[in-house]
């Protein structure tokens, strides 16, 4: 079974739209991470948590919110989606320092905003 | 401003030859570099990484080096094989951004011919 999985593996939806990605992981990790992907961007840190309490913005989180439900679960909510977060969105765990900069991706969320 | 590129957006090699990825970055406050390697419907997953005290480190047909004086890392390949063709993304870690959060490149397409 996978590490980390993430629900739905796709999603279309219209602009204006509430929208709840899923994450969980089965690797113990306390270290979560919501990554975005844009062709010629690589990846782009939307949010992260340390551990259940703790939850920070990333490089672009406008537009975006988060839920860590627990140590295994990570949310990522799209409040009023429109068109310009079509993308493909990767939630990552990574243990703590010194082994924090190798993390676990799940299989990705193909996004789609008419 | 990416402090990560990959300015080589494609790399197509015959089968048995090297492939040779590429990477520049910025800060020289990173000091651990890891290459992942993603296949189209998959997330992301880890393949070699390397410290800022080495200046090589090989993992069976995968090299990576590093040239802290231009700032350049690259990846070789040998020989290359058809199931290396995926995307990898070059990435950067420090100790100065929030405990080893991780910086992206925009990804290489690798293409191996048979």
């Known amino acids: 079974d996978a590490d980390v999985t993430q629900t739905p593996r796709n999603r279309i939806t219209k602009t204006g739209k509430r929208i709840m990605l899923e994450c969980s992981q089965t690797k113990g990790h306390d270290r979560m991470y919501w990554y975005r992907q844009d062709p010629g961007l690589g990846l782009r840190l939307i949010y992260y948590?340390?551990?259940?309490?703790?939850?920070n913005k990333g490089e672009i989180s406008d537009g975006y919110s988060v839920s860590r439900q627990a140590q295994a679960k990570f949310s990522l909510s799209l409040e009023s989606a429109i068109p310009n977060q079509t993308a493909l969105y990767f939630c990552?765990?990574?243990?703590?320092?010194?082994?924090?900069?190798?993390?676990?991706f799940g299989p990705g969320t193909r996004l789609t905003v008419l | 401003d990416q402090q990560v590129k990959q300015n080589s957006p494609s790399l197509s090699v015959q089968e048995g030859r090297i492939s040779i990825l590429n990477c520049d970055y910025t800060n020289s406050m990173f000091d651990y570099f890891l290459w992942y390697k993603k296949y189209p419907a998959e997330g992301p997953t880890f393949l070699i990484s390397?410290?800022?005290?080495?200046d090589k480190n090989e993992d069976g047909r995968f090299t990576v080096f590093l040239n802290k004086s231009a700032k350049h890392l690259s990846l070789h390949i040998v020989p290359s094989q058809p199931g290396d063709s995926a995307v990898y993304f070059c990435?950067?870690?420090?100790?100065?951004?929030?405990?080893?959060?991780?910086?992206f490149g925009g990804g290489t397409r690798l293409m191996v011919k048979p």
């Open positions: 948590s340390f551990d259940v309490k703790d939850i």
């Open positions: 390397i410290s800022s005290i080495k």
């Open positions: 990435a950067a870690s420090g100790t100065h951004n929030a405990g080893n959060m991780l910086t």
């Open positions: 990552a765990t990574s243990d703590t320092p010194p082994k924090a900069a190798k993390q676990y």
